[in-house]
């Protein structure tokens, strides 16, 4: 037997000793399923405060309030409340607030929830029982302008508000 067929047939010997005493391995997965989240009703809320009076709104006066609803559906049965987080950039004169970015100047968002127009201001959470019957949530909400001591001019009023969503 020449050295070639000796290292082949060592090879072959080295190969299958590997392949037979080869060791079991075993894989774990690991995962969790859960319920899709609430559908909201509106992707965008366009809330018409009117048209204001500046004469209305001076010395720190606010508009009439203009009431509304978010509105969440089809909740999963496993969820019991949701919990909204808002954020928006707070007006530098008075922060609980939010800034107008129209072109009227010292005028700002008064945004509240709820019957008792508890103060929303960045940052706010607010939590909500789920109703389990519906599968839906209402959150009310009541918006106004509310004039920023003196030297208001007149113009046009826009402020931005986000908010998200999570469940328990």
Not at 68 to 91: A, E, H, Y
Request: hydrophobic share 35%; glycine share 6%.
């Amino acid at each position: 037997m020449n050295s070639l067929q000796k290292l082949l047939i060592g090879s072959a010997y080295v190969v299958c000793h590997y392949a037979y005493s080869a060791n079991n391995i075993a894989l774990y997965f690991n995962g969790s399923i859960k319920a899709s989240p609430c559908q909201i009703e509106q992707t965008d809320y366009i809330i018409d405060l009117k048209t204001i009076n500046i004469a209305n709104i001076r010395d720190n006066l606010r508009s009439p309030w203009v009431n509304f609803n978010v509105s969440l559906k089809n909740c999963p049965t496993s969820s019991r409340q949701s919990i909204m987080t808002l954020t928006g950039t707070p007006d530098p004169t008075n922060p609980t607030y939010f800034i107008n970015r129209g072109t009227a100047t010292h005028v700002a968002l008064d945004l509240t929830t709820g019957n008792s127009h508890t103060q929303v201001k960045n940052g706010t959470q607010i939590t909500t029982p789920i109703n389990q019957q519906t599968h839906s949530v209402q959150i009310p909400f009541s918006a106004r302008v509310a004039g920023l001591n003196n030297g208001m001019t007149a113009g046009t009023f826009r402020s931005h508000v986000e908010f998200t969503f999570t469940y328990n």
